[in-house]
C-alpha cells in the first residue's frame, strides 16, 4: 500500500535541462552497439567508451569487452577507440597487428585535432607552439597531444601554470583546451594567456563543447536555489565533476558526484527543502528517474524542471559503420 503522502516530508526538486548524454556520447554508444550488431560479440573498446560505469556495463552485456591498451587485443579482433580520442601513435599499432578498427572519437575533439595541427604546420614562421588548457593524464588530453611530435604541446592545468609558462618564443604561440572544461576556469586562463602573449592564437571556434557549456549554464540558473545539488556522472568524468564545481560556485549550499542512486546516502537530505538534479554528457537519463522514482518513495515531491536551452544536435556514425559505408558497399556488391 502506497505511503500517505501527507506524512511524508516535503521535498522541492529543481530538474536542470540540458543535462545528461550529449550528441559525442549517444554517437559512441551506438558506435559499439552497431559494431557488435555488424560484426558480433566480442568487440574489444580500448579505455571506456564514456566515462560512465552504468554505461559500460550495459555494453559489456551485449558482448564489448573494455581494454586499456592494445596489447589486450587479439590478432584480427574488431576494436573501437574511445569517444575521447586517441593519439596517432594507437591506430598505426592496430593496423600493424591488423587490428580492424572503428575511431569512435566524438567529432568535437577530432575539431581539436585538426586545430592543433593546424597551428603546427608548414614548419616554417606560421608554425607555432601548442598551449593545451586541460587536466593532465585525462584520456582526451593524452589523445589529442598525441597528435603532434613530443615537445610540441605544452599543458596548462589551472591559472597558475598560465601564469609562469615560459615558451620558447612568445610570439609564436597558439592555444587549444580539452572539451570538458569550467567555462569560468578555462575563460580565466585564457584571458591570462592572451595578456601575456598578446600574439597568441586561438581556435576559429570555442573548443569547450556545446553539450558541457549548456549543462553548466542550466545548473548555474538553478544551483542558488538549492540546498544540495546532485550532479549523476562518475569519478573520472571531467565534465561531471566539472557540473559539481559549478553548483557550489554558484551558490549550492552543497554539491554532491553520484554514480548511481543505490549510492545515495540519504542522511545528506536531513534538513533540504530544495534539491537541484543534474547529469553530466557521459551519464544516462534513466538514473536521474530512478532517483526521482526513489524521492517519491521517501517525499511529497514537487518538481519543476528548467529547461535553459533546447538541443537538436546529431553525428553520423564513422567509417566502416556510416550509412554511405553502407551504401557504397551495397553498391560495390552490385556491381
Not at 142 to 151: A, H
Not at 268 to 279: F, S
Request: glycine residues 6%; neutral net charge; proline residues 6%.
Amino acid at each position: 500500500m502506497a505511503a500517505d503522502q501527507s506524512a511524508k516530508p516535503a521535498l522541492r526538486l529543481l530538474l536542470a535541462g540540458p543535462r545528461g548524454f550529449c550528441a559525442g556520447v549517444d554517437r559512441a554508444i551506438r558506435v559499439v552497439e552497431e559494431a557488435l550488431r555488424r560484426f558480433g560479440a566480442p568487440v574489444y573498446v580500448r579505455h571506456e567508451i564514456v566515462h560512465n560505469r552504468t554505461v559500460v556495463e550495459a555494453l559489456e552485456a551485449k558482448g564489448a569487452i573494455f581494454v586499456e591498451e592494445l596489447d589486450e587485443v587479439p590478432e584480427n579482433a574488431h576494436v573501437i577507440f574511445s569517444a575521447h580520442g586517441v593519439p596517432k601513435s594507437v591506430p598505426v599499432e592496430a593496423q600493424r597487428r591488423n587490428l580492424l578498427y572503428v575511431d569512435a572519437t566524438c567529432p568535437l575533439v577530432s575539431k581539436v585535432h585538426r586545430e592543433a595541427e593546424r597551428h603546427f604546420a608548414g614548419g616554417g614562421p606560421e608554425q607555432r607552439h601548442i598551449l593545451m588548457i586541460g587536466h593532465t593524464g585525462h584520456p582526451e588530453v593524452v589523445g589529442t597531444m598525441g597528435q603532434l611530435p613530443p615537445g610540441a604541446v605544452t599543458l596548462i592545468n589551472d591559472a597558475e601554470e598560465a601564469r609562469t609558462v615560459q615558451p620558447r618564443d612568445p610570439k609564436r604561440l597558439a592555444f587549444i583546451t580539452q572539451t570538458t572544461l569550467s567555462v569560468d576556469d578555462t575563460a580565466e586562463i585564457v584571458d591570462i594567456l592572451r595578456k601575456r602573449f598578446p600574439h597568441i592564437e586561438g581556435p576559429r571556434r570555442e573548443d569547450i563543447c556545446y553539450a558541457t557549456t549548456n549543462r553548466q549554464s542550466a545548473l548555474k540558473e538553478v544551483a542558488h536555489e538549492c540546498d544540495l545539488v546532485i550532479v549523476f556522472g562518475a569519478p573520472n568524468s571531467s565534465n561531471s565533476q566539472r557540473l559539481r564545481e559549478v553548483a557550489e560556485r554558484s551558490g549550492a549550499r552543497k554539491a554532491i558526484l553520484l554514480q548511481k542512486p543505490a549510492d545515495m546516502d540519504w542522511s545528506l537530505l536531513k534538513g533540504v527543502k530544495t534539491l537541484g538534479i543534474t547529469a553530466g554528457a557521459s551519464a544516462p537519463e534513466a538514473l536521474v528517474q530512478e532517483m526521482i522514482a526513489e524521492l517519491r518513495q521517501r517525499y511529497n515531491l514537487e518538481t519543476e524542471e528548467r529547461i535553459s536551452k533546447e538541443e537538436h544536435i546529431s553525428f553520423f556514425l564513422p567509417p566502416p559503420l556510416s550509412r554511405k559505408d553502407n551504401k557504397d558497399a551495397k553498391d560495390a556488391k552490385a556491381g
